[in-house]
């Protein structure tokens, strides 16, 4: 049975080790303990799915609660994969955005056929800057 639970007060090590456990790990700076501190800590929806006391499934996401909320992660360990896991964390996390927030993703490689299959539309004119450069 696989319950929910929302805030990101988390055990960084259950936190990490569900990253290298999925897809996600490989995209993620699992490596740096502060950084990955940060992020939990500075995320404003944090959605995680559990089996009895294993972390399973996070969602972290950046919010206004009011226009736009961006799903930065959403990783399900692969043992739990295809369960619905991650749907359900989405849904609880655009219910946690409020009702007229869009959602918005970048969706990892390996997880780009799942989001229009569940529902999400492409939008060809996303753009993004990487933290090693600057604007021109």
């Excluded at 569900?18 to 500075?42: C, F, Q």
């Amino acid at each position: 049975m696989i319950t929910y639970r929302t805030g990101n007060d988390l055990e960084l090590t259950e936190v990490i080790d569900l990253y290298e456990a999925s897809t996600l790990g490989a995209m993620r700076p699992i490596g740096d303990r502060t950084r990955m501190a940060a992020m939990l800590k500075n995320a404003s929806i944090v959605i995680t799915a559990w089996d009895g006391s294993l972390l399973v499934g996070i969602s972290r996401a950046l919010s206004d609660f009011s226009y736009t909320t961006y799903l930065s992660d959403l990783a399900v360990r692969l043992s739990h994969q295809c369960a619905g896991i991650g749907k359900e964390m989405i849904r609880r996390t655009q219910q946690a955005a409020g009702p007229q927030a869009y959602l918005i993703l970048l969706a990892a490689p390996a997880a780009a056929g799942y989001y229009p299959h569940i529902g999400f539309t492409h939008h060809p004119r996303a753009w993004f800057l990487k933290a090693d450069e600057s604007v021109q």
